[in-house]
């Protein structure tokens, strides 16, 4: 009775870990092999502050006049389905001079997800974005920063520069602004890709974040830009 148990929990065991190590929960091997970028030069005292999941109607307006106050640029990368929904938003992205990328189009995790689904996750995206700023992104990042081998291989068949992070702000999880603010500071080294989200209930604290942080890390030295910027 008990090998009949143990037999199928161990390979049961064995394929999840084969499956972890392959494809997205073990993601540093998935990165070494393919040399994805998670942060820029180490020798320039740039940053790149990254927005994901926009554009937000009632934020993403705010963090524009912020950046435009605080006079840096940063890189948004926008959902499909909500560039679509606010095409004017896109364009005042673009408009202002930040850097947009592709964060596909529903905010699916795409290990999961086939090759042929993945590519139509991009394409969406691109034809939202270039109907909306006339742009077609070469920047990608995939929602939750997940990939694989497989769907690697779709971002560089369809010409994507697939971006990381190496600093997370992890705003997304609700401490207060001077918490992920701090959080930034103690991590950031040079050519660090910074990951943020303000478009988001509660996104208010990402705003404010970034009210405190810019000044702080612009008074040791760093200069904010975009993404390519960094690279
Ligand atoms: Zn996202």
Redesign the pocket.
Known sequence: MLPLLIAPLASGAAVGLAYLFCYGGFEGPVDWANELDTHGSRDRRSLALTF??GPDPSRTPLLLDLLAELDIKATF?LLGNRVDAHPDLARRIVAEGHEIGN?TYN?RYLPLARSRSVAAELEATDRAIARATGITPVLARP??GGRSPRNVRVFDRLEKRLVLWDVNSYDWRGAPAAEVAHRVVEQVRPGSIILM?EAREGGETTIDAVRALVPTLQNEGFEFTTVTGVL
Do not use: E, M, N, W
Request: glycine share 0%.
């Open positions: 994901d999941d990368f964060h905010h929602p939750y989200h």
